[in-house]
T-cell receptor
Framework: DQQVKQNSPSLSVQEGRISILNCDYT??????FLWYKKYPAEGPTFLIS?????DKNEDGRFTVFLNKSAKHLSLHIVPSQPGDSAVYFC??????????????FGKGTKLTVNP | IAGITQAPTSQILAAGRRMTLRCTQD?????MYWYRQDLGLGLRLIHY???????GKGEVPDGYSVSRANTDDFPLTLASAVPSQTSVYFC????????????FGQGTRLTVV
């Protein structure tokens, strides 16, 4: 049973336009959400995160929106650039007593930004 | 440069052989993790360690073992490799506690033939 779902395996957008990547989750205990970016032959790198007490977090061209009632989050990239072409993973974690949070990942969405 | 180092970068391994993937971090992070990435399946947690001396099972632990003798090192061992363990393996670490991100190594591409 997949707790974090990215239902779009791929997305293609034109340079300068907005990219919107979506993510749904099922575990209501998740309280911290992250987006990672991954280029081929490299490890995932942290992009942006949001706590469940917020509904929006912005960092430059990247904004993450969280809708707790719908158990849905999205990553907006605007304007999109060719260098943004990568696989984007949504991840979530839940606070645990006495231990570190373990990230649960979605399957990823491959974003292609066309010049 | 501070970060996570994985070795080897890639390996072709005969089925039935034993293999240890190495992972070292110099950020003094408490928590460390091993994930595998497979096409269409995303990143799945194999084992984790909240702090030196402790380990725990993740989502797909079968066929793998780990140890955490000190803060910096978190090796992953395949006792008897099988073709289904062909994958890209990522080690990660985090400071620990709540609301912290994990930092990933560059990965080890393992092919079991």
């Amino acid at each position: 049973d997949q707790q974090v779902k990215q239902n779009s395996p791929s997305l293609s957008v034109q340079e300068g336009r907005i990219s919107i990547l979506n993510c749904d989750y099922t575990n209501s205990m998740f309280d911290y959400f992250l987006w990672y970016k991954k280029y081929p032959a490299e490890g995932p790198t942290f992009l942006i995160s949001i706590s469940s007490i917020k509904d929006k977090n912005e960092d430059g061209r990247f904004t993450v929106f969280l809708n707790k009632s719908a158990k849905h989050l999205s990553l907006h990239i605007v304007p999109s650039q060719p260098g943004d072409s990568a696989v984007y993973f949504c991840a979530a974690s839940a606070a645990t007593q006495g231990g570190s949070e373990k990230l649960v990942f979605g399957k990823g969405t491959k974003l292609t930004v066309n010049p | 440069i501070a970060g996570i180092t994985q070795a080897p970068t890639s390996q072709i391994l005969a089925a039935g052989r034993r293999m240890t993937l190495r992972c070292t971090q110099d950020m003094r992070h408490n928590a460390m993790y091993w994930y595998r990435q497979d096409l269409g399946l995303g990143l799945r947690l194999i084992h984790y360690s909240n702090t030196a001396g402790t380990t725990g099972k993740g989502e797909v632990p079968d066929g793998y073992s780990v140890s955490r003798a000190n803060t910096d090192d978190f090796p992953l061992t395949l006792a008897s490799a099988v073709p289904s363990q062909t994958s890209v393996y990522f080690c990660a670490s985090s400071p620990g506690g709540q609301n912290t991100e994990a930092f990933f190594g560059q990965g080890t591409r393992l092919t079991v033939v």
